[in-house]
Structure formats: structure tokens, C-alpha cells
């Protein structure tokens, strides 16, 4: 019993022969290489893919989220509170906090000693910025330029994610809170 | 035997018993904050408020006696809504910071917030402020504002414990815990009141801010603190939420001991000294064979081993109480039918230890005494009895008295010594291994291994069993 | 005696480095085309940095070829625990040996006089001559048959004996595929041999470099469309490449009946894969592209329709014959690259079904129509 698929195509007896079919098939794939290739030959690129890392794209999405940073409260010390909500939600597990506690701030007695995030494994999600109870990491748009040889040096240190200073803005707009509310409840 | 319903489901309880206790031992979940099965009933926290068929309001199940022909409903509407309420009230003055909050994960506030809870708060007071971080001992710190005022370890201080450190004081919306006393609480069992806590109140100072609960899992084993063997969880680092960049050393940590409720042999408690056991087993190790006080490989040393061993007239052997039955069993039918064989217990009590109480705490602080003295006797070591060569199990031990005999010894820690033992070598805790204690009373406990050795490292079983080959 | 040696000492030098040179660009070719074809960049990270200096030489991606097979045979050779160990050593050379023989039928030129090349060459070689072909067999076409037949058993033994189920269905596969195709494959070469008259490959060369019609070179592909269609199909299932690589599918099979192989003995296979790609577009070169024929290039020198001729010395019409084989066999296997880059793999049932009820049917028709055309022009 033959069975039907859902998909099954429909072939006239053009496309039945099949080696004409096959014949324009190649004529397609032939054509785009000799088009390519009169580009390599003539000095042009003929490809689409950029030699990463040393050509970096120039037209990353304004949507783009490429780097985390950590905040800052006024007086300078670190936002983050070290919930660890943001290395639970992780799906690629790459962020790593060590905590320490500090009863002389009674508003703050948790923060984070060492805040690692392995871009080894980030997968760039978000999750971690949807995550966060406190607004302290962000991410923003920047093109991460990370490939290296040596895959300890794709550990971003507390430090690092504290002090870069990234070209464009982190700061979230967050929309009124009002706008925001008459969204969910209109 | 008593029969009522429980949300249409006829259930058979006990004389005397609640209709909370009822509903648990038949797996009907309704929610309690105060109840504890092993202290009294306060009924202080009213989130196990139930429905009677017949009474105009609605009761605590917690001191509700179950009576023939009852009706209970535990999810009706007006039950979920007076659990609402209630849940409205216990977190009025809650600071809400689960974010920072140890007990997170195994709190049952949280749990019980998802559940009844409102999104937010409708209070327009602000919160209260209460004192936080407050040294209720060394070991315990309370953060009052997180506090219910559930009165478990208040009950428990006074019912368990017996040592009656613990109250609450001044009225009303400023009540909070307090220690009666004026210096620091030193009650042997305190740990115990921060697994009780039903909240974040109670903090252990040795775990604070170490690791969010959920990666941790509990692994059973047994307490070596002394003869009881008591049951603990101890709290290792769930695989999947290894570290790699904080440091591998912190997979192999034990991040806390709690207890594992054993109804035969400790209830739901064990003393302090039992949640100091990740303390007790992180003591410097002795991780390299030796002999003679020079490095060697596990095959020269256990070789050497069996020289001395064939060469001796009249060898002995000192066994550990820290073994367990497995490995007394290879002894035994290895070597024990070609040595004199002594019993010894490794550890004595220290200065300012508890040494017995009728608690749990028992005075040898060993825990497999029995089952040494059970298949070896309880010959104790004397230095006159003229041995060439000794073996030596077990930790804790001074080479003095051995006089000039032979030292073959089988440690897991390192303690400084005033001549080098002939053949040392290293073998494994009580974490890294399986078996069974048989404590005071001859119950058989059994523990699993936590984290694998370290790799030269052996198992006594194993080197008993190339020694007598 | 002694120059009979000397020569085919230096055809068989030329044979194995024509193929294992070719196969190695070929690995090459695969890549750059494959990625030029898809937008594509290719391979280009590896270079050879000149000593001394910071001048870094990527030669487009050449050397990933060379990189690759100090790789392959650097790496470590895990072999699985249960395996037939002789079957399992025996498997990759099984595969790779019979198609270098394959090759040494084909003539890849005319007819060398070594004493007409040099005149210092002379008084060594004197009038000899000999075709440019490292063993002149009546049979070509039967060797080159039964040589690929024997390739089967590579497979087979390696499937089997990794002892691994991917392996063993990967073996099967190739096998049953194998075996149909060449039902096929067989029919349309004796199409060839009807209308050749020759089990030999050179007499064939030689046949095609007539002309047709007065103009057209009296190439097989002329003579034969349907026949260069068919072999061409069943060749590329031979080599079990793409559209026909069934036997080691990698979303199926992993990489099918050499899964369980590593280092160097996978880089047989692979490398067998790659020396087949140069055997077939060599045969196809040879049977059905006039070989090492340029249009009106003779023995002598250029002789156009027209009547207007081009006297070239030996060594210069040896030297076009060779090269125009070389470049032959170079673009029939970036046909053959681009035909496994454009078409998608069949499904195992369309395999066999085309295999026997399409091509088989076909081939016979077509030898058919050869035998009776045979008949009625003699």
C-alpha cells in the first residue's frame, strides 16, 4: 500500500522525466557560482558571510543585545544584589556568583563577591535582564568581539561587566508606568 | 479508630488525633505554619483554617479533634478566601525579600504566597522595622522582620530542648523573638530551630548567603558525632549546577547538615554537633601514601605493607570505631584470624562538649563502637603486650605508646607526629564511601557517598583486601 | 628491456600522482565550490607562515587539504572494543586499493615515442614507442568493472566489523545500492562497447578522435547521450555520493558503515571517496569526452576542417594530449561536485526504485536501440 502524504507534489511529465528538472537545477546552482565567482575575479566580494573577526558587520540590528552590563546605585557600588534569579533562569547556565554579606548596609547585606558570565556559553537570551528584581544587569547593543584563542578569557569578570564602557546607552527606556499598566489592564 | 470526611474522601483517624494530623497522614495537603508534629499546638498562624459542616465559622484544623460523622472541607471558597486573608495578614509587615532570603526555595511562606498570596501589597502603612541580623547566637542570626511569630522555636526551646532561652516579647505589631537570657543562646541543639523556621527568620551564620537552595540536593548519611548515628541530609552541589569558573573545589564542598528525620534513632533533630559535620570531615586530609615518612605510590606502599606484615612474629591491630560494618567484615576475613585484635575509639569528648544528655548526645564519641566490639571484642591496647608490629586504623591516633613495634597506619586526617609511621596510607571519610554504623542501641544505620575520593585515596576494604591476598 | 621499465616506471609514478594529487584538490575544490555557490567564503583559515617573517600564505584555503591530512594521520586511532580487528584493518585498504588500479587502464595520452621528445633521449630509447597507459589491456572495460565490484567488499567488511548498528545498516545500504546501480551502470558501457566495438579503452580514445558530420568530434556523448546519462548517474552512486549517499547519510547514520573509524584509516575512505570522483571523471573523459583528444589535434599536429593544418613536434602534442586530459578530468569533476552541492538526497525507496525501474529499463532500452542501429549500418 502506497501511502499519500499531505505534501505529496504534483508532477507533470516534465517534471516526472526528472533530468530536465535536475538540468535546471544545476543551471541554477551553476549560475550562482559563476556569478560569484566573476566577483572574486574581478576584485569584488562574492560572498555574503563576513571574515569574522577580522570584518565586523556594520549593520547590527538597533535591536541587537550583544554585551551585559552590571549598574551601579549612586554611590558607586554594584546593583546586584546576588539573588542568583538570573544564573537560575539562565538556560546556558554561563553566570557563576559568589556572595558575601554586609550587615553594616541593611538595605543591601547581600551582594555579589565575584559575578562571572561565561560567553563560552551565553547564548544572549535576555533571560537573565527579564530575570532581574533589581534592573542590575542590562544588556546593550554592542558587538561582542570575543573570539580568542584561550576559553578562560571568555569569562567577564565582575569587574569587566562593571567598569567597559560601552558606546551606546545602557539605560533602559522603560515605557510610563501608566502606559505600561493601561497595556495590561486596559 | 474514628471515621469522618475529609472533602468527601472518608478517612479513618486515630483517638485523640487532629483533624490537620488526620488530613497529612492521608496525604491531604492543608497549610500550616505553626503545626509541627514533634512539639505542641499553639494554633497561633491560622492558615489551616478548615470548614466544619455544621459550625457557622471556620476552625483551625491544627486544634480541631477529629470526632465521628465529621465533614471537613479544606478547598471550599470561603476557605481559600479566609486563607487569603490570613496570608494577607502574616506577610503585612514581611519585608517580602526573597531575592536575598536563605530560606528561599524551602520556605513555606513563599510557597504558600504563590499559592494565596496578592500580587501586591494593598497595606497603605509602611512596614514595620525591626531589628535584623541579630546574633541570637553565634551560630544564629534572626532577622525579626521576617519573622511570623509562628513560636515553633520558642515550643521547641522549651519543649525539646528543654533549655528555655528563647521567647517572644513586647505586644502586638512590635512582638518579636528574643533570647531570655542575656548572654548568647548555647543551647546544644540550637541549629535546629532554623530548619524549623517555617520562614527566612532564623538564619545559620555557617551557611548565610552560600548557595541558593535549589542547587544543592541532599544526600542521606550518618552523623559519627557520637554513638547515635543519627540520620542528616548532607547538602552537596546538585551536578547540574557545578561551578566551573568560581572554583572546582566548590562542587566538592559540603555546603550544610541538616537533619534527616529518623523516627528509630533521632526524630527530626540532631545536636550541633551534627551540623558541624561538614566541619568535622573538612579537617586537613591526608591524601599521599608514605613510608617512612617519604612519599610513595599506593603499590610500593601497600607492597611494603605486606613485607611487614609477612616478616612480623606477633603482629596487632588497632580498629577503628569509625569504620564501618562493611569494612570491619573485610577485615576480619582478611587479616583478622592473623593479628591480635584491639578495639579503640578514635575520638574522646573535648573540653566544653556536652558529653551525655538524654536527649541524643551519648558520651562515646564514636559511632560504630558497638559493632567493633560486636565482632571483635573489646580487648583494649596496652603497650606491654609485646607486639613487633601494629596496625593502626583509624584517626587521632599518638605512634608513642606503640613503643618500638612497626607502624602500619590507615588515617583520613593528618595529625603531627613525633616519628614518621613505617607505612602510611590514606583512606576515605565517611562522606566518600557507603555503609552502615550500629550505634549504641545495635540499630544499623546506613549512610551513601556523597563525593567520589580523591584519587590516591583508597578504600580500607580495598587495601585489607590486597594486604591479606 | 631496460627502457620498457624506465617508461612505465615513470606512467605509474605519473598515475598514482595524477590521482592522489587531483583527489587531494578535488577536497579542496569541494569546499571553495560548495561555499561559492552558497554566498559563501570557504575555507581560508589556513596558512603557512613564512619562516622568519609575519607573512602569512592562505593560497585561498589550499593548504587545508595538506592540513588535513597531517591531522588525520596525527590523531589518535580509536577503534571500538569488539570488532573482527583483521576485518577491521583490512576494510579501508579493501576500499581504497582497487580504485587506484582502476585507473591504471585508462590512457591518459596518445602514443609517446620517447626517442622523438629529446634528442639527447634518443640513443637511449631509439624508435620505441608505447600508448600512454599503464597496463594495455584488451579487457579495459571488464577490469574496470570488476575492480569497482571488489570496492563493494571494502564497505562491507568495514560495516560489519565495526560491530556497530549504524555501521552494519550503512553496509547494508551501500551494498544493495551498490550492486543495483552497477546492473545499470554495466548495460550502458556495453551500449558503448556495441557501438565501439572495443573492450579496450585506448581503441576507444582512439575511435572518438574522428570527426563527425564533418565538424563535431565523434565523442561519446554524441554518439551516446542516453549512455553518458546513465553512467554518469550510476557512477555518482557508486561512489555513494550525493544525490545517492545513502550508506553514510550523516542525519541518518552518522556517518554509516566507517562510523566507528578514525585517523587515518577514515581518511582512507574519505580519500578513496575523492580518488573515485577522479577515477570516474576519468572514465567519463576516457569513454565518453574523447579522452586525452583536443579536436582536430593529431599525432602530428593540428589538422582544422577547413584543410588548414598546424605541424607541432612530439613533445609538444604529448604534452597537449596530457594536459587536455588533465584539464578534462578536472572540470568532469567539478560537475560532478556541483551536481552533489544542487540535489537533495533520494529517500532509500526512490533509491531502489529508480535504480531498478527507471535507469535499468532505460540502459537496456538503450542498448537495444544501439544494437539495432549496430545492425543495420554494418
Redesign the interface.
Known sequence: MKKDYWNKPEMGLWERLYIFEVVRGLCITGGVFFGNMWKWLTFRKGALTAYYPEEIRSDYSPNNRGRHVLTRRENGEVQC?????CA?VCPA?AI?I????N?DD?FH??APE?F?I?YSRCIFCGFCVEAC??DAIRMVKEVPDFPTYDRNNL?ATQDLLMNWRPTCNPAKIYPAAQKALEEVHP | MIELKIDNRTVEANEGETVLQAALRHGIEIPHFCYHPCLSIAGNCRICLVKVTGRPKLMPSCNLAVTPGMEIETDSDDVIAARQAVMQFITLNHPGE???CDKAGECRLQDYHVRYGEPESISLEPKNKKP??YDISPRILLDSERCILCSRCVRFTKEVSGSHQLGIVERGNHSRLERLESQPMDDPYSDNIIGLCPVGALLSRDF???S?V??LEPIRSVCTGCSRCCSVKVWRRNR??H????GEEMNRKVYRVTPQENREINGPWICNKGFDLHKFMGRKRLLQPMIGGSVATVDEALSEAKKLLAAAKSPAALVSAHASNEELAAFKETLGSRMTVYSREDYKAEEGEVVEDNILIRENKNPNSHGVHAMFGDLPWSVDSGHDLVLVWGDNVDYTPMGNAKVIHLASFEMPQERHADVLIPISTTFERSGSFTNFEGKVNRFTKVFDKPGLVQQAGDVFGRLGA | MIQDLVVYLAYMGYAIGFMLGIATLFTWVERKQSAIMADRIGANRCYIRIPFTNVKLVAWGLFHGIADGAKMLLKENFTPLTYDRFCFNLAPFLAAAPVLLVFSVIPFGGTLTPGQLLPQLHDFFGDRSYAMQVASLDAGILVVLSFSGIGILGTMLAGWSSNNKFSMLGAARAASQMISYEVSMGLALISLVVTYGTLDLNTMVQWQSGLLFGALPAWGIFTQPLAFILFLTAAIAENKRVPFDLPECESELVAGYFTEYSAMKMGLFMLSEFIEIVVVSALLVTMFLGGYNLPYLTDSGFIFPAGATWALPHLAVVLLQVGTFLVKVVLAGCFQILIRWSLPRFRYDQLMNFGWKFLMPLAALNLVVTACVRWWTI
Open positions: 544584589v546576588s539573588c542568583n534569579m537560575t547556565y557563576e559568589l556572595s558575601t554579606a550587615f541593611h547585606p547581600k565575584r562571572e561565561d528584581p533589581e569569562w | 526573597c531575592g536575598i535584623k541580623f548565610l548567603y552560600q541558593r535549589w542547587y547540574h549546577w561551578l566551573r569558573s568560581l
